[in-house]
């Protein structure tokens, strides 16, 4: 097709851009590996959620999960984007995708010998992010040697939907399976979906950090990483901007209170509410064809994290349950439209030798982000009230962006084809 023919329909693209399944094997076997085994981790944290519970009697015991994956995902995931810069990133990924499968395997085998012990599940659920940790960073940085840079915003788009089908699809067919089989079949089915990861990451090619010419081949540091991270304004803007939305404007943990006390329901609010978002991410994903005309990255962070702010206060204002979901859809449609602009300016601004450690510190920030926006938003609502802290918390983060788009001006002025750190 010439490249007149093209244009028209580039310009009129709504739905997702397939192009980087089309052009690329090597992706397009990376992102189906990764949408398939993100649904059996789905179904396995559900599983892991309801037998701690089952156990223990406590919700105080489940909480404890998200602590234990807490920790290892902050320090290996610096550790692990430090090693991504050293070494060949396929071979750590394999070795990251490897460790998770064998976890999953060994949750399957304590469910057949009848072990119920609540030590183990949190030793595993601390291994399998400390995994992740190690295998995330390697994986995120194979995207921009796999695809042009024009490519970028399509397939971060593309990546954005598995983990948000991964959120939907993965509890609800957990719940299902667990209630029906048991626990011994969720894990299965984890361990089989891994598979398919494992293929992927086993055909990619070899994939050693580009360095310049001169540097050699010495190990990577996590403070050159933080250190190059320290001279380059608009890469940290996109983790300033991203913290504005999870710190000051999430409110995932009233949603259980916010169910009760405004609409007058119960557990199965809470999931509605819950389910939202993710469902508004997946929608911003479907429909993101238009995201690979935008060349003004840095303003389009900056007006979808304004939008998330706009409508988590909107979301704070209503008392009807519809209207609620429907603002919380649009804050998670919004989330996915700043994701897909701050990983693509990641990877295409930073140069291939940093892009481990990079992708390392955003995976401290999206798993610390979230955690620390929890307690704020529940001390907020304990001292004032719920409302206060949903639409003061998105007040704030429409306040905060904005000074801080003020401060950096250079960040609005980013343009894809000059990508400037």
């Avoid at 990376?30 to 649904?39: P, T």
């Amino acid at each position: 097709m010439t490249g007149t023919a093209e244009e028209p329909a580039h310009r009129t693209r709504i739905l997702a851009d397939l192009t980087p399944l089309r052009t690329s094997p090597d992706y397009r076997r990376l992102w189906f590996g990764n949408m398939v085994s993100w649904i059996g981790q789905g179904m396995t944290a559900l599983a892991v959620s309801l037998q701690v519970y089952d156990i223990t009697g406590s919700a105080f015991s489940v909480g404890l999960i998200g602590f234990c994956s807490f920790l290892p995902l902050v320090v290996f995931g610096l550790y692990g984007g430090a090693v991504a810069d050293t070494i060949d990133r396929r071979k750590l990924g394999l070795a990251g995708s490897a460790g998770s499968f064998v976890l999953s395997v060994g949750l399957v085998a304590a469910t057949v010998a009848g072990v119920e012990q609540v030590g183990l599940l949190y030793a595993i659920v601390a291994l399998q992010a400390a995994c992740f940790a190690v295998n995330s960073p390697a994986r995120s940085s194979m995207i921009a040697r796999l695809l042009p840079a024009e490519q970028l915003p399509a397939a971060n788009a593309l990546n954005s939907m598995t983990g948000t089908t991964g959120t939907l699809v993965g509890p609800m067919l957990g719940g299902i399976v667990v209630g029906w089989w048991g626990y011994r079949a969720a894990y299965t089915v984890d361990v089989i979906t891994f598979t398919a990861s494992l293929y992927a990451m086993w055909r990619l090619p070899s994939m050693l950090p580009e360095r310049e010419e001169g540097a050699g081949g010495k190990r990577a540091s996590v403070a050159d990483g933080l250190r190059f991270l320290g001279t380059r304004p608009n890469l940290r803007m996109t983790f300033f901007t991203d913290l504005c939305a999870m710190v000051l404007a999430h409110p995932r943990a009233l949603f259980p209170v916010v169910a009760v006390v405004w609409y007058g329901g119960d557990a199965k609010t809470t999931g509605l509410l819950v389910a939202a978002p993710a469902l508004g991410a997946l929608l911003g994903g479907v429909f993101s064809g238009w995201l690979g005309r935008i060349r003004r990255h840095g303003l389009a962070v900056l007006l979808a994290v304004a939008s998330w702010g706009t409508a988590i206060a909107i979301f704070g204002l209503t008392r009807q349950l519809w209207l609620g979901l429907i603002f919380l859809a649009l804050a998670g449609c919004a989330d996915t439209t700043s994701m897909v602009f701050r990983n693509t300016m990641l990877q295409a601004a930073v140069p291939d030798e940093m892009r481990g450690r990079l992708q390392g510190v955003f995976i401290v920030v999206v798993a610390g982000g979230p955690r620390l926006g929890d307690f704020l938003a529940g001390s907020v609502a304990d001292l004032a009230s719920p409302g206060l802290a949903v639409t003061g918390g998105g007040i704030a983060c429409v306040v905060a962006v904005s000074l801080l788009g003020l401060r950096w001006r250079g960040f609005a002025r980013y343009d894809a084809k000059d990508p400037q750190p």
